[in-house]
Structure formats: C-alpha cells, structure tokens
C-alpha cells in the first residue's frame, strides 16, 4: 500500500497529462477553509508548480518529462465505420507516431513507480492529424482543473518543508472527489513494460454518427497479450531505467505489439465534465480498431505537441473542465521546450 509520502509522487505523477479556466467571479466570498481547492486554476499556474516540484528542466516536456519514441499503424475496425462518421474511421490504416513516457515533470523518473503514458498521432489523409493521450490510470486526480493544482500546490509545500503529509490528507478530505484515483490506485504496481497494461483516454469526447446525435464516449487502449504489472521483488531490484530496453526487446523478439482500441458509450445521465469519476461498468463498448507499435527509439515525436484537444472531423471534445487547461498548457510546454527553457 501507498505511504503518505509515496502517494504525493504517485498521484503528480499519475495526474499530470490531463490538464484554462477563468477565475471566479470576484463578489465571491473569500477562501474560509485553508484546505479548499484555489478558486481559480491557469495553464501558467501549472507550468509554475511543476518548476517547483522538478527544477528548472530546459529543452524537456514539462510533463511527461522522460519517454520514447515509437511508431506503428492503426486499423479501424468495420464496427468502427458502419457506427461513427469521421475521417479518422475512413482510411484502410492510418500511421502512427507514438511517445511512451513516465508521468510528471522528472526528467529522470524512477520507471520502478508512477503512471505511465502515451501519445498518439494518427497522420490522416490530407495532411490532417488525430491526436490522443491517455494514461494506465482511468480516472484523474480531482473533478477539475482547481482541485488538481491545489494538489500540485500541497505537494510543493511539503518538498520545501512548508507543509506536512497530515495537510495533503487534510486537503484530500476537504476534496472528497479527488479520492477515487486514489483508491483506484492503492495496492497496484506499475506496469512491467509499457506495452504491459492499459491506457486511459480518462476525459469524455463526442463522435458524430450518420443518423444519430453525436455519442459521448471515453476511450482506453488494452494490450491484446494482457496486462502485467512489476512484482513487489522487482520493484527492489531493478535498476531506475529499463522501460526503454524492455520495449526494444519486446519488439525484436515478437516484431510487434498490439492494442484493441476500445470506446465505452456513455448513456443519458452519465457525466462528461467529471473525469474523477467512473461511467458504470455495464456500459457498451465497442472495439474502434487495432493500435499497434511496430519501432522504437527514433526521435520523431520529439516535435510533436500530443495535444488531446487536437481531433479528427467528426470527433470533438466535451465540456470536461481540465481539457482546454491541458491543451494550454501543453503549448506553453512545447514553446518553452523548443526554445530550450
């Protein structure tokens, strides 16, 4: 189980990769409990708070810090194409850039610990691009975007002696939505590989249909040979680094990974503008096609900004809070890496 002081790295970690909004009108009433979420969140607040917690990182993502590069193609599915009407589902396969990463903004993050993460471009026809970002958790770290950075905030504070775990705990219980990623994660180990266990999409988008409105879904990437997770023994024994040479070993020895893209339906009644919380587990899901990694290890995603905002025609975000934060805040991001800051 997760100390008090482990959970604070794990739960920056795990939440980083879903990240502007507005301030709260000012005739609000000030800010009582000490504990609350600020009223207020930006995409410069969140670049400011991960300096904080990793330094100064020029020429590095300020989230998702340390990763690989990968490619590979993907498929749709004919289930895919008879149900939803986009681009995305109209080519015979469409390829890939990927980026695996570890959560955070730590250059060099222990791989033995944390969420990891992947960045996806489909390159479509006419120079048109989908991009997705998920993580191997499937839920986020506060319903929105203020929640989140007061947990970022909180966790400054105890790195710089300010603060003490007994306050995060104090905040979490004063932010009880922020608790269902924390459960969810309690008792799981990372992953063994990258490609060892399912990602998250953990936001709700909409895709159109030829004769219906638009269906909200939320999507998640299963590994078709099945999850694994690192044993309590080899998370003592191996070194900090070795996700990078499992996945080139993974791909010389089997040429290939595979993932089912799966979408999970939302009906009437289920939320899209809160991402810490789960749709009920009977919901429909559908198989949109196949993701599979086929390299690793070139630089080709080093220029490309995984924006989860940037879709395909036919597929739009929804009014999940923390999506037009992250978006944000992955282009302040992508400036200052490429103007090495």
């Not at 590989?193 to 909409?206: C, L, M, P, R, V």
Request: aromatic letters at 10%.
């Amino acid at each position: 189980m997760l100390t008090r002081v482990s959970f604070i790295a794990a739960a920056v970690a795990a939440a980083f990769a879903t990240l502007s909004v507005g301030a709260i009108a000012a005739d609000q009433p000030a800010q009582v409990n000490p504990y609350a979420a600020p009223q207020s969140a930006s995409a410069t607040d969140f670049i400011e708070v991960f300096a904080k917690l990793n330094g100064k990182t020029p020429g590095y993502r300020k989230g998702h810090a340390r990763g690989v590069c990968a490619a590979g193609e993907f498929v749709p599915s004919a289930a895919a194409r008879q149900r939803f009407a986009t681009p995305l589902f109209a080519v015979d396969k469409a390829p890939l850039i990927m980026r695996f990463s570890m959560g955070g903004g730590n250059p060099n993050a222990d791989e033995r610990r944390g969420a990891r993460g992947l960045g996806i471009q489909f390159q479509l026809d006419d120079n048109q691009f989908h991009h997705i970002a998920g993580l191997t958790v499937p839920l986020f770290a506060g319903k929105n975007p203020q929640q989140f950075l007061g947990l970022l905030q909180w966790s400054a504070k105890i790195q710089a002696g300010e603060a003490t775990p007994a306050d995060l705990q104090k905040y979490f219980a004063a932010n009880p939505e922020m608790q269902a990623q924390r459960e969810w994660s309690q008792g799981r180990q990372a992953s063994a590989e990258y490609t060892s266990s399912n990602y998250y999409g953990i936001h709700a988008f909409f895709a159109d249909q030829p004769n219906a409105a638009a269906q909200a879904f939320r999507w998640q990437l299963e590994p078709v040979a099945g999850e694994q997770q690192l044993t309590a023994a080899e998370v003592e024994s191996l070194p900090p680094s070795f996700l990078d040479e499992r996945l080139t070993e993974r791909l010389k020895k089997d040429g290939k990974v595979v993932f089912n893209w799966v979408w999970t339906l939302a009906e009437p009644g289920d939320a899209t503008n809160n991402p810490a919380q789960l749709w009920p587990a009977d919901r429909e899901q559908v198989t949109i096609g196949t993701i599979t990694v086929t390299s690793s290890g070139s630089d080709q995603c080093e220029p490309v900004n995984f924006d989860p905002m940037r879709v395909a025609l036919g597929i739009s975000p929804s009014d999940d809070p923390v999506l037009p934060i992250r978006s944000v805040a992955y282009a302040i991001s992508q400036g200052m890496r490429l103007n090495n800051q």
